[in-house]
């Protein structure tokens, strides 16, 4: 895709865009289908090397997009701080592009939830083996592979 950014004084390194990524508090994943509307929803998010995971129910219109088109674009929002005096805020941001690819493995599933947990309630890993054998046939994980990553701040 390759867009250019309009503020380059604004654009940040890729090892900035990875930074806010794997510090956000959750992520906003964008994807069409064909026949209808945009689609973007709230996910919580967990990266690994180039690989970006979340997870959901086997059923539902996010699923059902990703298995028709699985282009998807992820936003990731750092620390902002609003700056009502000048009508500007500060922030931090990172917008991925890739394409979305179910888990289908155990292993690998398994895997993914445990670093999304670990992420997410780090205080709870003590119940995640009796969970993971409850849910695991029921939860769906997915991966997206980080093709384009860009980084922008301001302030």
């Known amino acids: 895709m390759n867009y250019e950014m309009r503020r ?21 994943i964008s994807m069409t289908d064909s026949d209808k509307a ?7 998010i967990v ?15 996010k699923v059902d997009i990703l298995r028709k088109n699985p282009a998807v674009c992820i936003c990731c929002v750092g620390d ?13 941001s ?13 292993e690998e599933k398994i895997h993914a939830l445990r670093l999304l947990c670990q992420r997410h309630a780090p205080s709870n890993m003590k119940n995640f083996d009796v969970v993971i054998e409850k849910s695991l046939k029921i939860t769906c994980v997915w991966k997206v592979k ?6 922008k701040c301001n302030g």
């Not at 930074?19 to 959750?26: A, F, Q």
């Not at 902002?80 to 931090?92: G, H, L, N």
């Not at 980080?146 to 980084?151: K, Y």
């Open 8 to 28: 380059k004084d604004r654009q940040m390194s890729r090892e900035f865009a990875l930074d806010v990524t794997d510090r956000c508090e959750y992520a906003i």
């Open 38 to 44: 945009p689609y973007c929803i709230p996910l919580s």
């Open 47 to 61: 990266r690994d090397g180039d690989f970006i995971y979340f997870h959901c129910a086997a059923q539902g219109r």
């Open 80 to 92: 902002t701080v609003r700056q009502e005096d000048k009508f500007t805020t500060k922030y931090q």
């Open 94 to 106: 990172a917008v991925i592009f890739g394409r979305a690819k179910e888990v289908v493995s155990d």
């Open 146 to 151: 980080i093709e384009e990553i860009s980084g």
